[in-house]
């Protein structure tokens, strides 16, 4: 059999978005690996997760080899920081070679900083501000505080 069978998604932060997310993927039929530097996070992953944890600090290249981040299609880096995220998915996608590296980023402004290392993003912050904008528009004005 030539190629892949199936996508390989590693997921790194296990919080809540990267537990729910994995959760889903792995319901999906993706491979997932979640690496998170604390073991107990895994916990928030839901019964339904059959993919692999790993527990380390993602910022450590030796971690990520360890977890098979370079077998992977997508990484997706869903840490708090900023930062983190772009470090890590800078690394996966230059030095291992990932072909699509997917960052949560919180500073709308660093989305360029982002773009230009061909890391897509998703921003928390401007999709709640756009969501709000769309509800106040969808509003007539009598309704409108």
């Known amino acids: ?3 892949k069978s199936h996508r390989r998604v590693v997921v790194v932060g296990c919080g809540r978005l990267g537990a729910h997310l994995a959760s889903r993927l792995s319901v999906r039929g993706v491979d997932v690996v979640v690496v998170d530097l604390n073991e107990a996070a895994f916990q928030s992953l839901s019964p339904e997760f059959g ?6 600090d993602a910022t450590e290249l030796a971690v990520l080899r360890k ?3 370079e ?3 997508t990484i997706i880096v869903t840490t708090r920081d900023d930062n ?8 996966a996608k230059q030095v291992l070679g990932v072909p699509q590296a997917l ?5 709308p402004s660093r989305e360029a900083i982002y ?3 061909e890391i897509e993003t ?9 969501a709000a904008v769309e509800l106040l528009s969808a509003q007539s004005p009598e309704q409108t505080p």
């Open 71 to 73: 077998e992977a299609d």
């Open 67 to 69: 977890a098979r981040v």
């Open 1 to 3: 059999m030539a190629g």
């Open 115 to 117: 773009h230009g290392l």
């Open 103 to 107: 960052a949560r980023v919180f500073d």
């Open 122 to 130: 998703v921003c928390p912050t401007m999709l709640a501000a756009d």
């Open 51 to 56: 993919g692999f944890r790993f527990a380390g």
């Open 84 to 91: 983190t995220n772009m470090m890590v998915a800078q690394v």
